[in-house]
């Protein structure tokens, strides 16, 4: 039996945690409003800052979410990733898509996207379609490559050209990145972002159809020594507050 000092009321060991995000169904009408309407859950929002909930200018939008891990870091545990991958099923839809593409990023992060306050991933894919940077753990980047656990970008382009069919979108990339750091946070922010790039509000309407996403974190509830413990937590604190 392990003794008071060792106890821990959180389980140490393996675990596997998932979150799903439902979804998106986004619709363009020219005319009107002449933005944006999310017909999908409450998953999702509009990346343009002060918009309404359900309507985006830009054909911007996000998805927000976080595995709690307050009680291991509370029992002074530390979460050590094994794998961290993300699951779909369905089909990538996009009417009258021409020469848009549908750019996407999955991200598990240890540091809120946005603050809670400012949608920061709005200039962050300003700045990305424009140069193609700022990709959060690499240079130019508000993220330190520790903060980002897990990434994937994909880019997808139509498959065939129609004004009055519903174009299968396909990948054309798909590129996988983050440091799988081991952490003591007490959240995992997990992120889904969609956005078109080479779209202009214009006379034609659009349909954009995106499946469900299941994010999975495999990981190793550890005890590590006291020093180390703490050290994991001091430069999880700068890497927040600095």
């Keep these: 039996m392990p003794d008071e000092k060792t106890a821990t009321r ?4 393996k675990r596997q945690m998932m979150k799903q995000f439902g979804p998106l169904h986004a619709v363009f009408t020219p005319g009107g409003l002449n933005e944006w309407r999310i017909f999908s859950n409450s998953d999702w929002k509009p990346m343009d800052p ?10 911007r939008f ?18 050590m990733f094994d794998n961290i991958f993300i699951q779909e099923a369905g089909r990538w839809q ?11 990023f999955d991200l598990v992060m240890t540091t809120r996207f946005n603050d809670g306050s400012d949608v920061k991933m709005d200039q962050f894919v300003l700045e ?15 993220y330190d490559w520790s903060q980002v656990q897990y990434g994937r970008y994909r880019e997808y382009l139509a498959t065939t050209q129609g004004t009055d069919t519903t174009d299968v979108l396909a990948p054309v990339n798909d ?4 440091s799988l ?29 995106i499946p469900n996403t299941r994010q999975v ?13 703490l050290m994991r937590q001091k430069r999880s604190y700068e890497l927040t507050n600095y």
């Design 10 to 13: 959180a389980l140490s060991g």
């Design 50 to 59: 002060g918009a309404n909930p359900s309507e985006s200018a830009f054909g």
């Design 62 to 79: 996000y998805a927000e979410s976080y595995f709690d891990t307050s009680g291991y870091t509370r029992d002074e545990l530390t979460t």
């Design 94 to 104: 996009l009417t009258n898509a021409g020469n848009v593409r549908v750019q996407v």
């Design 128 to 142: 990305f379609q424009g140069g193609n940077y700022g990709v959060p753990g690499f240079n130019q980047s508000l």
């Design 175 to 178: 590129q996988q990145f983050g």
């Design 181 to 209: 750091e081991s952490t003591t946070a007490d959240k995992l922010w997990t992120y889904k972002l969609v956005f078109l790039t080479g779209w202009f509000p214009n006379e034609t309407g659009h349909d954009l159809r």
């Design 217 to 229: 974190v495999q990981a190793n509830i550890v005890s590590e020594p006291d020093l180390t413990f």
